[in-house]
């Protein structure tokens, strides 16, 4: 049974501050790893893949794999009262047909307080 | 194109009455998904379409749960004589490996949001 573990939270960080996210998955085999941000009642957006070890950044967002340790993180700089939602992690299955099929984590709750 | 589309938004129904969803994915699409999120977790994986290939069904996906995706475009899930254990929302996803693309990236729907009464 593949797993994706995250801290489900809340996250409380004052507005400014970095907030850091962790995602840890058992399948060594995943190649591919999203970060998917998801308000109340809303469906999952996607805010960043990536696929190989290291940093990838994309504005105020970056995301860190290390596939040695199982790990994915995600931080976001300068965090504002609108990225309080819910973030999902989520990892590709590897292999055969179902490639893409996505394994999510429980979501972590982060809230922004002015 | 405005994305992946679902229909209806919002559906409540009686314990024992068959219902259906539909999900018309991004035009460009070849992969279908098919998610259920209940409150405080994250989707879980029911089934996938390859143009119109249904290629993999959870085991989660009871017998009363039926998903076609017909000439490969739209796709519907039908789920028979509901019951409450059923309600959740229920997204779907497009992607697309076709085109040069290497890696995959699902995009989801607004999902439908079910309440079996």
């Known amino acids: 049974q593949k797993e994706v573990e995250q801290n489900s939270g809340p996250l409380s960080v004052p507005e400014g501050a970095i907030a850091s996210l962790n995602c840890t998955y058992s399948d060594r085999g995943s190649q591919s790893f999203f970060w998917y941000r998801q308000y109340s009642g809303k469906s999952p957006e996607l805010i960043m893949s990536i696929y190989s070890n290291g940093d990838k950044e994309d504005g105020r967002f970056t995301a860190q794999l290390n596939k040695a340790s199982q790990y994915v993180s995600l931080l976001i700089r300068d965090s504002q009262p609108s990225d309080s939602a819910t973030y999902l992690c989520?990892?590709?299955?590897?292999?055969?047909?179902?490639?893409?099929?996505?394994?999510f984590g429980q979501g972590t709750i982060l809230t922004v307080h002015p | 194109d405005t994305g992946v589309s679902q229909d209806p938004r919002h559906k409540i129904t009686k314990r024992g009455q068959n219902v259906t969803f539909r999900c018309d994915p991004i035009s460009e699409h070849n992969r279908l998904y098919w998610y259920r999120q209940t409150l405080g977790q994250g989707p879980e994986f029911l089934t996938y379409f390859q143009n119109e290939a249904q290629l993999e069904k959870s085991r989660l996906l009871s017998d009363r749960f039926s998903a076609e995706r017909p000439k490969g475009s739209f796709s519907t899930l039908e789920i028979q004589r509901t019951e409450q254990g059923d309600s959740a929302m229920y997204l779907c996803a497009s992607s697309t490996i076709s085109g040069g693309v290497y890696w995959e990236t699902q995009y989801f729907g607004p999902g439908t949001r079910l309440l079996v009464l």
């Open positions: 989520a990892v590709g299955d590897a292999g055969g047909t179902s490639y893409g099929k996505l394994t």
